[in-house]
């Protein structure tokens, strides 16, 4: 168990509905990493959160939103859902470090997300 | 451009020792990651790192080498249970991950 906790573990819905995932970090963890895998794909980095705000943007689509709270809690909104979208989203939390320190990133067990 | 390199996929023999490469050009570097992930699962920390050199850790160990933008993941000993994909993730200028496809090891009895 990584610590990380992420809701709701499967989400089937349809095409050009709207959907939110949940992640919650490990305690003291400050930076929340939002991750997209589509079947037999790597790993795609969508967007960080670092203590509530924005630190970095990967390949997210302008139909996606997250947002970090004061909690540290964080949500990724998914709007007018295509098939394609079908994928596993992981949430992933780090710890605060700098320089070269080791503040590798732990891994919620993620959301499959099933588009029909 | 950034890119990391991995093989896709590679077979090995319960019991053997596989290397799995990594080649890495990337903005900076300050630092790479190895993940193991199971299918359908989250990827879990392996190994970090910065220095050239190899690190060990039971069963696996890695190497860097900066100079060459090369790393690899030795695993000896292998157990059916070391069937999963392997990731390799390089740390750049502005301390994100860049990752890998990925390289997805068969065992075989």
């Known amino acids: 168990d990584s610590g990380v906790t992420q809701t709701p573990k499967h989400l089937i819905t349809a095409t050009g509905q709207r959907v939110t995932l949940r992640c919650s970090p490990r305690?003291?963890?400050?930076?929340v990493y939002w991750y997209q895998q589509s079947l037999d794909q790597g790993l795609q980095f969508l967007i960080q959160?670092?203590?509530?705000?924005?630190?970095a943007k990967g390949n997210i689509l302008e139909r996606f939103s997250a947002q970090q709270f004061p909690d540290l809690h964080s949500e990724l909104n998914l709007s007018s859902l295509e098939l394609g979208d079908s994928a596993l989203y992981f949430c992933?939390?780090?710890?605060?470090?700098?320089?070269?320190?080791?503040?590798?990133?732990?891994f919620g067990p993620g959301t499959r997300l099933t588009v029909l | 451009g950034q890119n990391i390199d991995q093989p896709t996929e590679m077979t090995a023999t319960e019991g053997a020792i596989v290397q799995i490469n990594c080649t890495y050009q990337?903005?900076?570097?300050?630092?790479l990651f190895w993940y193991q992930q199971h299918a359908g699962e989250a990827p879990t920390f392996l190994s970090y790192?910065?220095l050239d050199g190899l690190e060990e850790k039971g069963r696996f160990s890695s190497f860097l080498s900066r100079s060459k933008g090369y790393s690899y993941l030795l695993l000896k000993e292998l157990q059916m249970k070391d069937s999963a994909s392997y990731l390799c993730?390089?740390?750049?200028?502005?301390?994100?991950?860049?990752w890998g496809a990925g390289t997805k090891l068969i065992i075989k009895p």
């Open positions: 992933a939390s780090s710890a605060p470090g700098g320089g070269l320190a080791n503040n590798e990133q732990f």
């Open positions: 305690s003291g963890d400050l930076s």
């Open positions: 959160y670092y203590n509530g705000e924005e630190r």
């Open positions: 790192n910065v």
């Open positions: 990337t903005s900076g570097f300050n630092g």
């Open positions: 993730a390089v740390r750049g200028s502005n301390y994100q991950l860049i």
